[in-house]
C-alpha cells in the first residue's frame, strides 16, 4: 500500500475547481502576504498550480512552483501555511519519484521530517507521516528492505498513539507495507502477525480510509495462509 498519490490530491483540487488551469490561478497569487489566511490561500493557488502542471505532463514546471512556495513561505510560522509548505515538498517529493530520482526523492522526505517531525498540527504530522510511508515504500522497491522495515517501525513508535483520522491512516499504512515487505522475504508468520495487529488495532476505527487498510491487511493476510 502505497501512501496517498499527488494525482488523487490533483483531482480532487479539480473537482473542486474544474474549469482552474494555470492562467486563471496566476491571477489570484498577488504576492501580498498580508495575513495568514491570505498565505495561506496563495500557497494553495500555488499548489494547484503545480500538480496542474504536473498533470499536463510538466514535471520540472511542477517543481519549480513547489520551490518557489518553499522559497517564499518555507520560514513562514503559521500552522495552516506550514501544513501547505509541507504538502509542496511532499508533492515534489513524489514527482521526483515518478522521474526515476529515488535518492533525490528520499531525500526530500528527510527534509520534510527534519523540518516539520515535531510540529503540533494534525495536518502537518499527517504529511510528515505521508512523507516518510513514502520513503520506506520507495526504499523497499529498492530492495532495501531492512531500511524500509525500520521506517515503518519508526511511524509506528512515534505516531502510532496519535488519535488523529490522517495520522491513523498512515500508521495502519505503515504497518501494511511492513506486513507485505516481510511476506515477500517469505517470513510469512511474521507478516501474518503484523496483519492482524493491523485488524486488533484499526478494526473498529470509524475512518473510511483506515477501514480499507484494515480490509487489504485482512486479504492478504489471506493469501499468505493459503501459501
Same mark, same amino acid.
Given at each position: 500500500m502505497a501512501p496517498k498519490k499527488k494525482e488523487e490530491f &490533483? *483531482?480532487?483540487a479539480q473537482e473542486d475547481s474544474p474549469n482552474l488551469d494555470t492562467e486563471t490561478l496566476r491571477p489570484l497569487d498577488s504576492g501580498k502576504d498580508d495575513s495568514p489566511d491570505v498565505r495561506e490561500q496563495t500557497v494553495e %493557488? !500555488? !499548489?494547484c498550480e503545480g500538480m496542474i502542471l504536473g498533470e499536463a505532463g510538466k514535471p520540472q514546471e511542477e517543481i519549480a512552483v513547489y520551490d518557489d512556495i518553499d522559497r517564499r513561505f518555507g520560514k513562514d510560522e503559521s500552522p495552516g501555511v506550514r501544513e501547505r509548505v509541507a504538502e509542496a515538498l511532499l508533492f515534489k517529493g513524489m514527482t521526483l519519484g515518478q522521474q526515476g530520482k529515488p535518492? /533525490?526523492?528520499i531525500a526530500v522526505y528527510d527534509d520534510i521530517d527534519r523540518r516539520f517531525g515535531r510540529d503540533s498540527s494534525p495536518g502537518t504530522r499527517e504529511v510528515v &507521516? /505521508? &512523507?516518510l510511508v513514502g520513503k520506506g515504500a520507495t526504499l523497499g522497491e529498492q530492495g532495501k528492505t531492512e531500511e524500509a522495515i525500520a521506517v515503518f517501525d519508526d511511524i509506528d513508535c512515534r505516531f502510532g498513539q496519535d488519535? *488523529?483520522?490522517g495520522v491513523r491512516e498512515q500508521v495502519a499504512s505503515a504497518l501494511l507495507n511492513k506486513g507485505i515487505t516481510l511476506g515477500e522475504e517469505g517470513r510469512i508468520e511474521e507478516a501474518i502477525a503484523i496483519f492482524d495487529e493491523i485488524g486488533q488495532r484499526f478494526? /473498529? %476505527?470509524d475512518s473510511p480510509d483506515v477501514r480499507e487498510r484494515v480490509a487489504k491487511a485482512r486479504d492478504y493476510k489471506e @493469501? @499468505?495462509?493459503g501459501r
Open positions: &490533483a *483531482s480532487d %493557488d !500555488l !499548489l535518492r /533525490k526523492e &507521516a /505521508k &512523507a488519535e *488523529s483520522s478494526g /473498529k %476505527d @493469501y @499468505y495462509s
